[in-house]
T-cell receptor, first 111, second 114 residues
Framework: AAGVIQSPRHLIKEKRETATLKCYPIPRHDTVYWYQQGPGQDPQFLISFYEKMQSDKGSIPDRFSAQQFSDYHSELNMSSLELGDSALYFC??????????FGQGTRLTVV | GENVEQHPSTLSVQEGDSAVIKCTYSDSASNYFPWYKQELGKRPQLIIDIRSNVGEKKDQRIAVTLNKTAKHFSLHITETQPEDSAVYFCAASIRGTGRRALTFGSGTRLQVQP
């Protein structure tokens, strides 16, 4: 069965650079969530989209932005990267209120 | 917003024993409580979930109980096996609204000793 696809899997950036993470949800899923997970931490909710509209916002820094496109894929744009942004970034998708399935994540390292 | 507390943070059991992980939540509007298993460097994987209209749910060796009055839910794993070793996260969310994002507990590292 198709799963949530994230790209790239690994990304290394320098401080103050920008990064773009991509997420392709499971076909027919209408909701996308972005989570950030630091080492040894629980996933922290950043932002979500339902039917291409932002539906909820969590602890997303102002330096980050995201959007969902007409084909339902989503991109997380991160600017002015800081060392503390190094983390695993997960995208998850669901059909409305049904269970959320996570992608394999993008490991971002800021040096 | 919602706050989910989880304990213990680490749990070591012998193979074949049972393991219990407990969570409490703060928002009485929360109505959906999934449990995720995460192996090192991998994605969280849903293992069982429960909605607020149900008090208990079981799937083979895994069961979850929910006490809405106390705002407390627990994961029970029986006959533990070494492959059960992982970090387990509880979570809560409000289904039926725009606020469906999961709030996670801090995780429990379960180690099953052979």
């Amino acid at each position: 069965a198709a799963g949530v696809i994230q790209s790239p899997r690994h990304l290394i950036k320098e401080k103050r650079e920008t990064a773009t993470l991509k997420c392709y949800p499971i076909p027919r899923h209408d909701t996308v969530y972005w989570y950030q997970q630091g080492p040894g931490q629980d996933p922290q909710f950043l932002i979500s989209f339902y039917e291409k509209m932002q539906s909820d916002k969590g602890s997303i820094p102002d330096r980050f932005s995201a959007q969902q496109f007409s084909d339902y894929h989503s991109e997380l744009n991160m600017s002015s990267l800081e060392l503390g942004d190094s983390a695993l970034y997960f995208c998850a998708s669901s059909i409305r209120d049904r269970e959320a399935f996570f992608g394999q994540g993008t490991r971002l390292t800021v040096v | 917003g919602e706050n989910v507390e989880q304990h213990p943070s680490t749990l070591s059991v012998q193979e074949g024993d049972s393991a219990v992980i407990k969570c409490t939540y703060s928002d009485s509007a929360s109505n959906y409580f999934p449990w995720y298993k995460q192996e090192l460097g991998k994605r969280p994987q849903l293992i069982i979930d429960i909605r607020s209209n149900v008090g208990e749910k079981k799937d083979q060796r895994i069961a979850v109980t929910l006490n809405k009055t106390a705002k407390h839910f627990s994961l029970h794993i029986t006959e533990t096996q070494p492959e059960d070793s992982a970090v387990y996260f509880c979570a809560a969310s409000i289904r039926g609204t725009g606020r469906r994002a999961l709030t996670f507990g801090s995780g429990t590292r379960l180690q099953v000793q052979p």
